[in-house]
């Protein structure tokens, strides 16, 4: 035969609320890492444009722009 037991069910919130404060402190830390890596980057750059120079420079290795081509597109993009 089981009896209640009020011990039982606080037990059970207690770890409710553990799992709870333990999920808020894990966002707060997820919002901080993004936010520096954010703050890290170069103001005014964005992914795309890194990705844009990236292509720009191997276009420039490949020999399918030359220099003048290369420095113009450049000033473009930034």
């Given at each position: 035969?089981?009896?209640?037991?009020?011990?039982?069910?606080v037990g059970g919130?207690?770890?409710?609320?553990?799992?709870?404060?333990?999920?808020?402190?894990?966002?707060?830390?997820?919002?901080?890492?993004?936010?520096?890596?954010?703050?890290?980057?170069?103001?005014?750059?964005?992914?795309?444009?890194?990705?844009?120079?990236?292509?720009?420079?191997?276009?420039?290795?490949?020999?399918?722009?030359?220099e003048e081509e290369?420095?113009?597109?450049?000033?473009?993009?930034?």
């Amino acid at each position: 035969m089981h009896y209640w037991s009020p011990g039982y069910y606080v037990g059970g919130w207690m770890l409710l609320m553990g799992l709870f404060w333990l999920l808020v402190i894990a966002g707060v830390i997820y919002l901080v890492v993004v936010l520096a890596r954010r703050a890290g980057s170069e103001p005014g750059r964005s992914a795309a444009s890194d990705r844009a120079m990236e292509i720009l420079r191997e276009r420039l290795a490949r020999g399918e722009i030359d220099e003048e081509e290369f420095e113009r597109k450049k000033k473009m993009l930034e």
